[in-house]
């Protein structure tokens, strides 16, 4: 199974509930990721402010901040490769992106 490696930008925390306004964007992604975790994919996912050695380790997302600086993240890698960027994708597109099937999901009938 893929692994899938989310580099997000600077954030008090990646669920999108905190502060004074809650961040559907990161709600619904928070979301899918857990469901692709329990369908087998192996996902990390680090957060600029609190995991900047992860960044920094990272050749790809390295490279790809030192051309374009922070307006890329999120960056969004399967197996190294960076697969998308500035913007978090919804499940349909993960899913492909691991090559899991979409009837693999139980979709809820929120609008992706």
């Known amino acids: 199974m893929p692994k899938l490696t989310v580099f997000d930008p600077s954030m008090c925390c990646s669920s999108g509930v905190c502060g004074p306004s809650v961040d559907l964007t990161l709600v619904r992604f928070a979301e899918d990721l857990e469901r692709l975790r329990r369908q087998g994919v192996e996902i990390q996912r680090y957060n600029l402010a ?13 490279g790809m901040l030192g051309r374009k600086g922070t307006s890329c993240l999120p960056l969004i890698l399967v197996d190294g490769k960076i697969v998308s960027e500035a913007r978090y994708l919804p499940l349909a597109e993960l899913a492909q992106l691991v090559g899991l099937e979409r009837a693999a999901f139980q979709i809820s009938s929120r609008a992706e």
């Open 50 to 62: 609190r995991e900047t050695w992860a960044f920094a380790q990272d050749s790809v997302v390295r």
